[in-house]
């Protein structure tokens, strides 16, 4: 089941801004209110480099509706505008850090298979798509564990549970359906008396599973903290399992809680293929390429993922998501799910 393709069945979406029917400003989607938190740091809300600003995006749509996506890649670096500098100065706040609003953060992961057992723990590493490659964040499963357990870390060589470059872990069910992705603060067990240490939930992801078994494209929910008003993340610290993002979405609690989900692709007769309109930056079928979206506004990708080489993939994100979240997000699509295939 190819559930990729830089062509979609309504020529529309590739010819048309993505915000010709907006209305209303994304990030209105996302705010839920939620109390700011305590202690305010002042952020630069400044476009990271590799990012390119949405205004840019109608004329890639027109350009790179080319089925493969690449032959016109070189052409169309000269004509845009450069994309923003800026320095990754402090990494473990930007991987933190809600993309900037209008901004699309442009990235690539790729998979380490060499070395001893690296064919069953491939190391995943991510970094900004741009000339420069800044990395940003490296991934991989822990052997001990009984359920997958992916440590997320700011160090590439450093991908320890005890180190200080640990950042966030993404740990799954034990179906391998169902995912939550954590920072790095303490475990509740070991709270202090105010719970300011304790770890935040910063997204779930549900895969639905396929009990018929028949190759199709995956269905993914994302639950994601929702935005104060100051456009930060409003902190959702569990105090036992049944409070977590996934509890709160099964009881349909959504206090200051969204539900997001992926894009579904069309049927192409002509390709005998599911497919899904990426702009040209996705150029390989697989059943792990996803866009993810908000219901009340298909046309904004929160998030997409595809790949574009054997062991290279290409990541996007956009407010609200940090690029920890969407990283975690992406290492859940790559775990064996057998019963979501």
């Known amino acids: 089941a190819a559930t990729s393709s830089d ?26 209110g939620g109390d700011p938190p305590r202690e305010k740091k002042s952020k630069k809300k400044v476009p990271p480099k590799g990012a390119e600003s949405e ?41 933190l850090q809600p993309a900037p609003q209008g901004v699309t953060i442009k990235c690539r992961v790729t998979r380490d298979k060499k070395g001893m057992d690296r064919g069953l723990y491939p190391t995943y590493y991510l970094h900004l798509d741009n000339d420069k490659k800044v990395f940003l964040l490296a991934g991989r499963k822990r052997k001990k564990s009984k359920t997958s357990n992916y440590l997320i870390s700011i ?14 872990k993404l740990r799954s069910n034990l179906m391998g359906t169902r995912f939550t992705v954590f920072d790095n603060g303490a475990n509740p067990d070991r709270a202090n008396a105010d719970w300011s240490n304790v ?34 993340r409003v902190p959702i610290r569990p105090r036992n399992d049944n409070d977590g993002l996934l509890m709160r979405w099964q009881n349909r609690n959504m206090d200051n809680v969204i539900e997001l989900h992926n894009k579904a692709p069309v049927w192409n007769d002509e390709t005998q293929s599911y497919v899904l ?20 506004d298909p046309e904004y990708i929160v998030m997409q993922f595809g790949r574009v080489a054997d062991d290279a993939f290409t990541m996007d994100y956009n407010y609200p998501l940090c690029a920890v979240q969407a990283f975690a997000i992406a290492l859940s699509s790559f775990d064996g799910k057998l019963a979501c295939e």
């Open 199 to 232: 770890r935040q939930e910063l997204s779930a992801v549900v895969y639905e599973t396929n009990v018929l078994g028949f190759k199709g494209p995956r269905k993914m929910t994302v639950i994601i903290p929702g935005m104060n008003a100051d456009c930060e």
């Open 55 to 95: 205004e840019e995006t109608p004329e890639t749509l027109q350009k790179n509706s080319n089925k493969k996506g690449k032959a016109k890649k070189s052409k169309k670096k000269e004509e845009r505008p450069p994309s923003p500098v800026i320095e990754v100065d402090n990494l473990e706040e930007f991987v």
């Open 277 to 296: 309109n990426f702009h040209g930056r996705v150029t390989h079928a697989s059943v792990k390429n996803f866009q993810i979206v908000h219901s009340s």
């Open 155 to 168: 160090d590439p060589t450093d991908l320890s549970r005890g180190g200080e470059n640990f950042i966030g």
């Open 7 to 32: 062509e979609e069945d309504d020529s529309d979406s590739s010819t048309k801004p993505i915000r010709s029917e907006k209305k209303k400003n994304p990030a209105s989607l996302f705010q839920t």
